[in-house]
């Protein structure tokens, strides 16, 4: 038939991604002393989080 099957436990975890996101955002410690290697894997965590989100939404 040839039709996509969205699952409502997918649209559930990739709202979970994003608020985890979120609140990884939130939680970034703008007065800290991080090597900048560190902020970098920092971002890349959420950036990440964000990506699964997205692919799981099936958004490109």
Do not use: C, F, Q
């Not at 040839?2 to 997918?10: A, E, G, L, P, Y």
């Not at 975890?13 to 800290?32: C, I, M, N, Q």
């Amino acid at each position: 038939m040839s039709r996509k099957i969205t699952v409502s436990v997918d649209r559930e975890a990739a709202a979970e991604l994003r608020r985890l996101g979120g609140l990884l955002k939130h939680l970034y410690p703008k007065t800290a002393n991080w090597s900048a290697d560190e902020k970098k894997r920092y971002w890349a965590g959420y950036e990440t989080l964000l990506a699964v989100a997205k692919r799981i939404d099936g958004e490109s």
